[in-house]
């Protein structure tokens, strides 16, 4: 889920910003435009961890602005099908619940949900079993299956069961 990686990018710097600090300059909108982003081919980057090179300068004519080559490593978060997770459930409706891995958003559909598991509606929106002994609600913790995989260019969506083995509830907020 979690990967160190290695890669590039053109950071194009203004002028204004030259001088004494142009080093310290240029990692910080580096860590501004790229931290918290998605890129379908590498997952989530989660942190910049370090500056391996930065190349030289190529002024753009007409601006005045400069594109550096900077390379860097940095901390991504790429899902894939078949990995257990475990997440915090956001949102609980009779279509399922979502969950949150991280920076990974896990949408559970009540098809795969436990059939013993019934959707409770009221003040609380949540799935219980029939003798009451377990329940999803919103803050509850699960352990899931990813089974699903869409990767587009700037997000990535997955789909999750418990429907199986040593999977489900692990911690319920309001001890139930």
């Given at each position: 889920?979690?990967?160190?990686?290695?890669?590039?990018?053109?950071?194009?710097?203004?002028?204004?910003?030259?001088?004494?600090?142009?080093?310290d300059?240029?990692?910080?909108?580096l860590?501004?435009?790229?931290?918290?982003?998605?890129?379908?081919?590498?997952?989530?980057?989660?942190?910049?961890?370090?500056?391996?090179d930065?190349?030289?300068?190529l002024?753009?004519?007409?601006?005045g602005?400069?594109?550096?080559?900077?390379?860097?490593?940095?901390?991504?978060?790429r899902?894939?099908?078949?990995?257990?997770?475990?997440?915090?459930?956001t949102?609980?409706?009779?279509?399922?619940?979502?969950?949150?891995?991280?920076?990974?958003?896990?949408?559970?559909?009540?098809?795969?949900?436990?059939?013993?598991?019934?959707f409770?509606?009221?003040?609380?929106?949540?799935?219980?079993?029939?003798?009451?002994?377990?329940?999803i609600?919103?803050?509850?913790e699960?352990?899931?299956?990813?089974?699903?995989?869409?990767?587009?260019?700037?997000?990535?969506?997955?789909?999750?069961?418990?429907?199986?083995?040593?999977?489900?509830?692990?911690?319920?907020?309001?001890?139930?």
């Open positions: 889920m979690f990967f160190h990686v290695v890669l590039e990018r053109n950071m194009q710097l203004h002028p204004r910003h030259f001088g004494r600090h142009l080093r300059n240029l990692v910080s909108k860590m501004k435009d790229v931290e918290g982003t998605c890129s379908g081919r590498h997952g989530f980057v989660v942190a910049i961890t370090g500056i391996e930065i190349g030289k300068g002024m753009r004519d007409g601006t602005t400069v594109t550096f080559p900077v390379k860097y490593q940095c901390v991504v978060c899902p894939f099908k078949g990995e257990i997770l475990e997440a915090v459930v949102l609980v409706n009779k279509m399922g619940f979502f969950a949150e891995a991280g920076p990974v958003q896990i949408f559970v559909s009540n098809r795969l949900i436990p059939d013993d598991m019934e409770q509606s009221g003040d609380a929106l949540n799935y219980t079993t029939s003798d009451g002994s377990v329940k609600q919103k803050e509850s699960v352990r899931l299956k990813i089974i699903g995989i869409r990767v587009d260019a700037t997000e990535i969506f997955c789909i999750g069961t418990i429907k199986d083995d040593f999977l489900g509830v692990i911690n319920d907020p309001t001890g139930a």
